[in-house]
């Protein structure tokens, strides 16, 4: 299996500062199709994961510009420009080139 | 606007059997995969296993964790994706998420399964 590996596991940030998670794999992510399927989702306390980014860069409707993903092979990254108070919860990466699809460990972004 | 909701969750015993249902509306279902991802108690994300839309043949894939135990099905008249758990362990308790595809765009709310004697 793919494993996913987050650093750091636990994110306090001041709001208005930025904040970056990263997600490595311990294989490459490119698909034989070419594309590479990393996705990045955000729980919310008490809420169900919602999708921020897919295929590695792209933003989902709805999410705010601040949130950016990049990363290529191995080694992937999301990027929060400003942390806003809204943006607390656990943030994961997940693959889903290779079955058995798998999630990183989780980010838990705090407030400081 | 699209709703995935789950249903069936509760108490179970070990060994006994559970089946959940997520009922969709606001898309074409039988256009779409469909998947399952389970949440232990304050801990991470993890895939179940998925059906593809007949088109790809509605065959299906697990985890090992599940494999052999839980099956997915589908009925794409009603719109409405399955999973059957059998011989559940105390370890299969967690929220159970239904999911759109195999690329997380859309969740359900979930439902809790609690498996323990």
């Known amino acids: 299996d793919v494993v996913m590996t987050q650093s750091p596991l636990s994110l306090p940030v001041t709001l208005g500062q930025p904040a970056s998670i990263s997600c490595r794999s311990s294989q490459s992510l490119v698909h034989s199709d070419g594309s590479t399927y990393l996705h990045w989702f955000q729980q919310r306390p008490g809420q169900s994961p919602r999708r921020l980014i897919y295929?590695?860069?792209n933003r989902d409707s709805g999410v705010p510009d601040r949130f950016s993903g990049s990363g290529s092979g191995t080694d992937f990254t999301l990027k929060i420009s400003s942390v806003e108070a809204e943006d607390v919860g656990v943030y994961y990466c997940m693959q889903g080139t290779q079955w058995l699809y798998t999630f990183g460990q989780g980010t838990k972004l705090e407030i400081k | 606007e699209m709703q995935l909701v789950e249903s069936g969750g509760g108490l179970v015993q070990p060994g006994r059997s559970l089946r959940l249902s997520c009922t969709t509306s606001?898309?074409?279902?039988?256009?779409?995969?469909m998947s399952w991802v389970r949440q232990a108690p304050g801990k991470g994300l993890e895939w179940v296993g998925f059906?593809?839309?007949?088109?790809?043949?509605?065959?299906?894939d697990y985890a090992a964790s599940v494999k052999g135990r839980f099956t997915i099905s589908r009925d794409d008249s009603k719109s409405i994706a399955y999973l059957q758990m059998n011989s559940l362990k105390t370890e299969d308790t967690a929220t159970y998420y239904c999911?759109?595809?195999?690329?997380?765009?859309?969740w359900g709310r979930g439902t809790l399964v609690t498996v323990s004697s």
């Open positions: 295929k590695v860069s």
């Open positions: 059906i593809r839309s007949k088109t790809y043949g509605g065959t299906t």
């Open positions: 999911i759109r595809g195999t690329w997380g765009g859309y």
């Open positions: 606001g898309f074409t279902f039988g256009d779409n995969a």
